[in-house]
């Protein structure tokens, strides 16, 4: 009789079984169980994340409690922090920090006062530490919250309130080895003069590690000085500080901007050094970025001349610990204006460095990123990225243990900005780029991109909605 496919037949015979059949079935079970399990890996592997590929994009806001962020930081374990504020009626704006993990968000929390959260941190424990604006106005203040791992409240610093009783603005943070909090924020001089650095640092409880906040103030030194305004916050191994700013002068009944870099001893708030970039080629320098890794400081920003508006290069300047200049490079390939937002340092002493050039003849930019070697002197691969009709600007970077390079900034597609990233090879082959919008009218450049523990990257900013309406929003991409 006809078998159907798959069916058994059983037929009786009065013949010995052959020696080993009886172990056939197991064998037939086996082969099946791992082919099966070949399938499987075959079918996971079919179905990774390529380059490039948008894994998520989450979002915090609605039309009711809209939502902005202004900083993003990565933890140990892949974790990762983004902070800003949400609108929480009848309050209004409250400071926001949320945290994720590659499965998507953990925990989320508005802390329970007006205000913003401006900068976030993790220590080597994962515990999220965020400095937040309070009660903005003329006479707001700053504090600094402490989260666990967890997202269980710990502390809250006093709010600091700087003399005079004028409004104080901290704008970056950083966490040292042994889970010391270093605020850097600006607080002005009186009620006239334009604001100066206030530096103050916590210890792991919360409680000050200096007697009083450390404030630079140039006028003290200079009756020609006007202002000072921290850009960047990095610490070295030893602890100790390093600011990069840029200090306004008056010259002749103008106002003169002068890349400045301050050095600060983490035991004691000491200033040590004090460096002021003099530019060769335009009178006005300024600092955008700090970078410290091993016995090695990098600065960058750009020159430029307030009576030209196309002068001016991108800047980087290369120190040693003690703050003294080994190299610089005032970067000028076409003779049009350029200027440098984040350098990053790899082991052999290599710089990288990304940010924006004016293409000549227009008032258009594109993003330029460049791999300089030791001494500055010689580019050793130059990238750039323009597109037809619109502008593009890098604004973040960073380097991964492959030599991989990463940029994130801003560009336009079909009328929309976009917020751009990008990935190079070590020798500088673009591999990826992607766009993205929040799908409304604006979309904010990225507050910061950081690199995941998983093979991941994670982009943070600002966008509106389909429905107009604003939201914070975490991207993940496939590195």
Known sequence: MPIKAGATRTVCTNRRR???????????????????????????????????????????GTSTSEASAWAVARGPDGAVAICGWRDVPPTGQMPLVAKYTAAGRKWVWTYPTAGFASAV?????????????????PGGDFVVIKYSAAGVW????????????????ARLIAVDKSGNVIVVGWSPHDGDEGPIISLLKYDANGAPAWPAAVRYDPLESDPDAHAVRPSDVAVDGAGDIYVSSTSTYVRDGHYVD?????????????????????PLGAPESTFSDIAVRGSTVVAVGATSDPLDEGAGDA????????????????????ATRASF????????????VTGMQYVPGTRKTKVVTLKLGPKLS?????????????????????????????????????????ILTMKYSPSGARKWLRTWSGGGAHTNPPCSMVLGAKGDIFVGGSAEAVGGFRQAVLLRYQR
């Not at 941190?121 to 106005?137: E, I, L, S, T």
């Not at 710990?154 to 709010?159: E, K």
């Not at 200049?325 to 000028?332: A, G, I, N, S, V």
């Open 121 to 137: 941190a993790f220590d080597r424990a994962g515990n999220v530490y965020v400095v937040a604006c309070v009660n903005p106005g």
């Open 18 to 60: 052959p020696r080993g059949a009886r172990g056939a079935p197991r064998r037939a079970v086996l082969t099946a169980l791992l082919a099966l399990l070949t399938l499987l890996l075959l079918a996971s592997v079919a179905q990774a994340y390529a380059p490039g590929h948008l894994i998520w994009a989450k979002r915090i």
């Open 378 to 418: 010689r580019a050793l691969w130059m990238a750039t990225y323009r597109p037809r009709s619109s502008y593009a600007q890098g604004a973040f970077i960073a380097r991964d243990g492959a030599g991989n390079v990463f940029v994130s900034g801003m560009t336009a597609t079909g009328g929309r900005d976009c």
């Open 258 to 278: 002068s890349g400045l870099v301050l050095k600060f001893a983490g035991v004691d708030g000491s200033r040590l050094a004090r460096w002021t970039y003099k």
């Open 341 to 352: 937002a984040q350098a990053a340092i790899d082991g052999a002493g290599n710089v990288y």
């Open 315 to 334: 800047l980087v300047v290369k120190f040693d610990l003690s703050l003294q200049q080994t190299y610089r490079r005032e970067w000028d390939v076409v």
């Open 154 to 169: 710990q502390w809250t610093t006093a709010p600091y309130d700087g003399p005079g009783g004028f409004y104080d603005w």
